[in-house]
């Protein structure tokens, strides 16, 4: 314990000093759009369904890699308040918080499914154009390796 008196606050809102706040600072991702202390259930009840890997597939590698990290943001939300829920023993927005967090993670996997079957897509072309004799695989990254004979 410190012998120095505690600091008193101040009541008064013209004391108050003003402090000017980012709109877009990145720890506002942590709060809902309204900037609330917790969403209603019905807010947090009211979203979409999760993507389909058939949907995914159609993507680029940067829609997908912005996609995830929408969901990362989400996610971290979604814990942030379910946290403060548990904490100020609120009673309500459990399910809510569930089931929108299911659905991102939903999300989440049909990524990472579509990122796999690119990936194995890709490991058969290479093994493929191993074995042609047109392609010379020695040339790839340095122009076309592909020869007509």
């Not at 949907?55 to 814990?79: G, Q, Y």
Request: with cysteine; glycine share 4%; proline share 5%.
């Amino acid at each position: 314990m410190s012998k120095e008196p505690l600091p008193t606050p101040v009541t008064d809102p013209a004391r108050r000093s003003k402090v000017k706040v980012d709109e877009k600072h990145g720890l506002w991702s942590f709060f809902n759009k309204e900037k609330r202390f917790l969403t209603p259930p019905e807010a947090e009840a009211a979203h979409g369904r999760p993507w389909s890997v058939e949907e995914l597939r159609h993507k680029s590698f940067e829609d997908l890699h912005s996609l995830w990290w929408v969901c990362v943001k989400e996610r971290n939300r979604l814990a942030t308040e379910k946290y403060e829920r548990e904490r100020v023993e609120a009673g309500y927005g459990e399910y809510e918080g569930d089931e929108r967090d299911k659905a991102v993670r939903t999300t989440q996997r049909a990524i990472k499914h579509a990122l796999t079957e690119r990936w194995y897509a890709f490991e058969e072309a290479t093994k493929l154009a191993r074995d042609d004799s047109e392609i010379d695989m020695r040339e790839a990254g340095r122009g076309s390796v592909y020869k007509a004979i």
